[in-house]
């Protein structure tokens, strides 16, 4: 019955091609808009993630960057040096604004760099210096090819003009990028000299972050002290719970697009079988038979769909890059679990009606069609 | 539990009768209630051909899935070696139809996305056969049939006559012990159909299968061994019956549409034909009225 679903999907190559192409187009729907949020996930926390700290002291519960403010003491620096364990520290000024190029404006994390810093600056850089000096910016790359921007060019920052000094790579995404500018610069925009926002923290060789983040936590008052990839985790859970509920719709959107196609097109092509069934049954074939070729047939259907729309999104996904756009597709294990586990109900949810249409079907018709 | 099947072609089927006895098939209740078999009584022995004929809407579809077990009847018993096949329970009957009828359409009803081998095994294996041997046991069968060359072909691509080759294959296929077959000439044009009514006749005589025909073909009279009469689904005895010159039908000849023409007299199925008749007389005259041989 299996080979019957098979040849009976294949022999009907126009419907073949829009019943797969359109479980194939909704299913690349599901799985492009989860790859697009995975990598904007991924590309959001590109800053923390490639700091080089293995620990970030913040303000008291301030436990990310995005659409959060910190404000330590200068103090705090000294003291989270002393405790045992701490090998390096960097403090960092932070603020989420706009690096303005012209008439383009786009949104960054603004990072204050102090003067020597030996990480939590830009970790690729493809032209220009990697440590802003005065009056000086780095941008990202792509960023500032969109817009027109070379080395040696003025944008501005916190209302002030800055030269761009230097191009990273892998600091933006498709909501934001990351800009650095001295910590003093940023210090005489903000009118703040005595306060910054984050302390990165490197530990010792053989020393748990883990237990450095506690230990500081313990010895320094009102900070929170969270490993670099607590950091992250809880950056990435902002970003989530924001988009959690477009991800919802648009997910919905296509399985919904999805059940409707593979449904009106098992449908059709069982209405189209009718007879043929018909015969099958008065030769003595059973009504489970006939459901299996029918089931067979959406499960083959979408299967070649689900494989199409993969295929599609991986495509892109390294498609998009070489564009120069801002934009990240990462398909994740997960999306696809999710994704098979959907064609799989949309398999099973469109061979209902059509199951129902041949369990009605009486073999008697055989001889009554002509 | 899958089995192989034993070499096909050329197997005697077992003795069988299939007794019809005093079958009735209504339709509807009340005063719309119609009977489309009446009392029907028939037998068919192990090698025998039967063939019903009649006109259209006398009963004989009716009868015909009633025999197939595609159609229970309202009253009476049908039985085949002794099993009595219309008070089954319903999810017993896709077996029976399986293993016990092989199943002629006029239409040949192949499915259009499988080859002939296919189309044949496709039966085997429904019956529990593994599909290597049903393939092997179908390849053998429409080779016997003179469609070793014609295996892989899609039924778009075969003659009428080679659809119907196939379908006798598959109606074989399950070894069965009785063969009804629903106009099998119908489709076919003079030479083939002889060639399918010659075959249905070897899986009669040479393989000892009943075989149940119903038609309109006058010419499978020459291969039957009775010929029925089914007329307001009742049997009749067709030593009663006449052709209409016209149209060729078979029609009764108390029938009142008739006329006498240069002596001789003429039966009608209906007035149409009896006008056209008029107009034409010695068109028509030169047809045999000869009453039909039942």
């Known amino acids: 019955m299996t080979r019957l679903a098979f040849r009976n999907l294949f022999q009907n190559k126009i419907r073949m091609v829009i019943s797969v192409g359109g479980v194939a187009l909704a299913l690349m729907l599901i799985l492009s808009l989860d790859a697009i949020f995975t990598g904007v996930e991924q590309r959001i926390t590109v800053y923390i993630d490639n700091s080089g700290a293995d620990i970030f002291v913040s303000q008291s519960d301030v436990r990310n960057m995005h659409m959060a403010s910190s404000s330590l003491p200068d103090s705090v620096t000294r003291i989270v040096k002393a405790v045992p364990g701490v090998a390096k520290v960097t403090p960092i000024s932070y603020i989420s604004n706009y690096v303005v190029m012209g008439d383009e404006r786009n949104l960054a994390y603004i990072i204050g760099l102090p003067d020597m810093a030996e990480f939590g600056g830009p970790w690729k850089i493809s032209s220009g210096g990697s440590l802003p000096e005065e009056g000086e910016a780095i941008i990202d790359r792509a960023i500032a090819e969109k817009s027109g921007v070379h080395l040696g060019d003025e944008v501005k920052i916190l209302g002030e003009e800055f030269e761009v000094a230097g191009l990273a790579e892998e600091t933006s995404s498709l909501v934001n990028s990351v800009a650095f500018i001295s910590m003093d610069d940023f210090a005489e925009l903000r009118g703040n000299y005595d306060t910054f926002s984050f302390l990165l923290v490197k530990v010792k060789e053989g020393v748990s972050p883990q237990d450095t983040a506690k230990r500081i936590e313990a010895w320094v008052r009102d900070v929170t002290a969270q490993t670099t990839e607590a950091f992250s985790n809880q950056e990435r859970k902002v970003v989530k719970d924001m988009s959690t509920d477009v991800i919802t719709i648009m997910n919905l959107i296509g399985f919904l697009i999805g059940l409707a196609v593979m449904a009106l097109t098992v449908y059709t092509a069982t209405l189209a079988r009718r007879p043929e069934y018909g015969v099958l049954k008065a030769l003595g074939a059973r009504n489970g038979h006939l459901y299996r070729a029918v089931l067979a047939q959406a499960l083959i259907s979408v299967a070649i769909g689900f494989a199409v729309g993969l295929a599609i999104t991986l495509l892109l996904s390294a498609i998009i890059p070489r564009l120069g756009l801002s934009m990240v597709l990462q398909v994740s294990s997960a999306s696809l679990l999710k994704v098979g586990g959907l064609s799989l109900v949309i398999a099973g949810i469109s061979a209902v009606l059509p199951i129902r249409q041949i369990s009605g079907l009486d073999p008697a018709v055989v001889f009554r069609s002509k | ?294």
């Open chain 2, 1 to 294: 539990m899958k089995k192989d099947l034993a070499d096909v072609p050329g197997r005697l089927a077992p003795t069988s009768t299939l007794e019809v006895d005093h079958v009735t098939k209504r339709y509807g209740s009340g005063d719309t209630e119609v009977a489309a078999v009446r009392e029907v009584s028939l037998s068919v022995a192990a090698g025998e051909i039967v063939l019903i004929m009649g006109p259209s809407g006398s009963g004989k579809t009716t009868l015909l899935s009633m025999l197939g077990a595609l159609l229970k009847p309202s009253a009476g018993e049908i039985r085949l070696n002794g099993e009595v096949i219309s008070a089954m329970r319903e999810n017993h009957l896709p077996d029976i139809r399986l293993r016990k009828f092989g199943f002629i359409f006029q239409d040949f009803n192949l499915l259009s996305a499988l080859s002939a081998l296919e189309n044949v095994a496709i039966v085997a294996e429904l019956a529990g056969i593994k599909r290597s041997a049903a393939r092997k046991a179908a390849a053998i069968l429409l080779t016997n049939l003179g469609l070793g060359d014609r295996l892989n072909f899609l039924p778009e691509k075969l003659s009428g006559g080679e659809k119907q080759r196939v379908a006798i294959a598959r109606a074989l296929i399950n070894d069965p012990a009785l063969i009804l077959a629903d106009e099998p000439t119908a489709n076919l044009d003079s030479k083939i159909g002889h060639e399918i009514m010659r075959l249905l006749r070897q899986i009669a005589k040479k393989q000892g299968r009943s075989v149940v025909i119903v038609s309109h073909d006058q010419r499978i009279k020459d291969i039957a061994d009775r010929v029925l009469w089914l007329e307001d689904g009742q049997f009749k005895d067709m030593v009663t019956m006449a052709t209409d010159p016209v149209c060729g039908m078979t029609v009764e000849l108390d029938n009142e549409i008739k006329i006498e023409w240069e002596g001789q007299l003429f039966y009608f199925c209906a007035k149409g034909c009896r006008d056209e008749f008029f107009s034409h007389p010695e068109q028509f005259s030169s047809r045999s009225v000869q009453p039909v041989k039942g």
